[in-house]
């Protein structure tokens, strides 16, 4: 039994005790593993563009635009950089004086020319030391340079979002992923009054420093492209925070309060939900090249948005075909066999239904949320994947589902997931209001049986956290969801500091 206070407390987040029993119930069952039916490949539920193809949905893309079609740039921006720098922090804090041969650090260092953010570390160095990078490295004072970058007393890159940190070199100067979004928005998603309408979602600590780093750079991002901007910033809602337990599942408490922790990037379909635009883009924060080298991620860009548009298009016509009684057998055929190829979708309780039901059944399931995901091929990297799963009316779709989604001690699955060739670099375009208009109702399309239970720690105490079903896995399950492939090009994530040594991310 919840104590008043609290209750209180609950209220002032906007979560109800039902909420907080239903998370304690996890805890103790779990979330159940999905039922996968086969991966989803080139041959069968991946779509893979030819040029004519490309060319076409990049035309109805323009012409969307052209029309006043309504878009924006959704992009999650919470995330700290502090695990960018893992190995700096490691080495800084630890005996050696002078790096590892071959280690992050002395690959970071071997030619701090390449490096984005050298005019600043340089003269960070100088403020705190008296010298610059090089005369600190001839020294074998490699420490001093780190700290310079890291430590809250020089550059703090440690302590900032990745959104915030300097990533690409240009003559003119360096830019941050902040100003390479708006860069690529400016060529992929103006309106046809020449405005840009972006999103980026932050940390409550980090909104300050976002609003006056942009100010700088919207007006420069507008000088340098010719568009104008309407930039917008929200927060995770407390509402969607979860309850920590115990190990034993009862509710964790600190300080004789009731412990909360976010719930995940699942967690902003709330954020996702509040945006009035019909078309909304979704890319991580990190996924940015510079100027020369962003010619592949602009094209596929406008080709997955046209061709969201071409199948928005086709469910408009089935939607008001069904609507107007302006179907037949062979019709509803037609329909089916157009989810069947597009969302992989299959249902066996259709066969037994006449046509006056299977009428009101596919057009229940046609007025959702539309989705198409670019899939890259895997090369290793790290990515959530694509699968024909089990939904839990009965039915089977698209989804993207994470490795703890699936139950490893079986040997299918196994064997599943060795056959997969594709992962998803959440590259998304979502179709979000209805053929009236109106925006659905997001939260109502998440599977709640899809979370995830970690163990985490707090100050030495051991937990239990929930994660909310991710936003582009259990947060948008019971969308139509198309994925479509984009080449590696258009992948190229920051995960660690020295990533931006890669080619990809040099000018």
């Avoid at 002395?106 to 340089?122: C, G, R, V, W």
């Avoid at 596929?300 to 008001?320: C, F, P, Q, R, T």
């Avoid at 799963?389 to 040997?411: F, R, T, V, W, Y």
Wanted: contains cysteine.
């Amino acid at each position: 039994m919840l104590k008043p206070e609290e209750i209180a407390a609950l209220q002032q987040r906007g979560i109800t005790e039902a909420q907080v029993e239903a998370q304690l119930k996890r805890f103790e069952k779990g979330f159940p593993y999905l039922t996968i039916i086969a991966p989803a490949l080139p041959a069968r539920g991946i779509t893979v563009l030819s040029e004519s193809d490309i060319e076409k949905a990049s035309a109805r893309w323009e012409k969307y635009l052209s029309e006043g079609g309504e878009v924006e740039k959704f992009v999650p921006a919470s995330g700290a950089a502090s695990r960018m720098f893992k190995a700096l922090f490691e080495f800084v804090d630890g005996e050696n004086e002078i790096p590892a041969e071959n280690s992050p650090v002395a690959t970071l260092l071997s030619d701090p020319s390449k490096l984005p953010f050298i005019a600043e570390l340089d003269d960070t160095c100088i403020n705190l030391y008296g010298k610059d990078v090089n005369t600190l490295k001839a020294a074998n004072e490699y420490k001093k340079i780190i700290s310079a970058l890291i430590k809250p007393e020089g550059m703090n890159y440690g302590g900032l979002p990745k959104g915030l940190l300097k990533f690409h070199s240009y003559e003119t100067g360096s830019r941050m992923p902040i100003e390479e979004q708006l860069t690529e928005g400016a060529q992929t998603a103006a309106d046809n009054n020449g405005i840009v309408n972006l999103h980026f979602t932050v940390s409550a600590n980090h909104r300050k420093i976002f609003e006056e780093k942009l100010k700088e750079a919207i007006p420069a991002t507008e000088k340098r492209t010719g568009v104008k901007f309407n930039v917008t910033l929200s927060e995770q809602k407390p509402s969607t925070d979860t309850i920590a337990a115990n190990p034993d599942n009862t509710p964790f408490t600190e300080n004789g309060e009731l412990l909360f922790r976010p719930g995940g990037h699942g967690a902003l379909i709330e954020n996702l939900n509040d945006m009035d635009a019909a078309v909304v883009f979704i890319k991580n924060i990190d996924n940015v090249v510079p100027d020369n080298r962003r010619g592949e991620t602009v094209k596929y860009k406008k080709a997955i948005g046209g061709y969201l548009i071409e199948l928005h298009d086709k469910v408009i016509e089935y939607l008001n075909d069904l609507s107007n009684g302006n179907y037949d057998s062979a019709k509803l055929e037609e329909i089916k066999n157009f989810m069947a190829t597009t969302f992989s979708w299959s249902d066996a309780a259709v066969d037994s239904m006449d046509e006056l039901h299977l009428a009101v059944y596919l057009h229940d399931k046609l007025d959702r949320p539309l989705r198409v995901c670019g899939m890259v091929r895997n090369e290793g990297e790290p990515g959530g994947g694509p699968f024909i799963a089990k939904n839990p009316d009965g039915s089977s779709s698209l989804q993207i589902l994470e490795s703890h989604q699936i139950d490893m001690s079986n040997p299918e699955y196994v064997k599943m997931m060795a056959q997969a060739t594709h992962f998803n670099p959440v590259d998304l375009v979502c179709y979000i209001k209805d053929r009236h208009g109106k925006k659905y109702n997001l939260p109502k399309y998440v599977d709640p049986a899809t979370g995830f239970i970690s163990s985490k720690s707090s100050h030495g105490k051991e937990l239990k956290a929930l994660e909310l079903p991710g936003l582009w896995n259990g947060a948008m399950s019971d969308w139509n969801t198309a994925f479509v492939e984009v080449p590696i090009e258009t992948f190229n994530p920051v995960k660690t500091v020295n990533d931006l040594l890669r080619p990809s991310h040099q000018n």
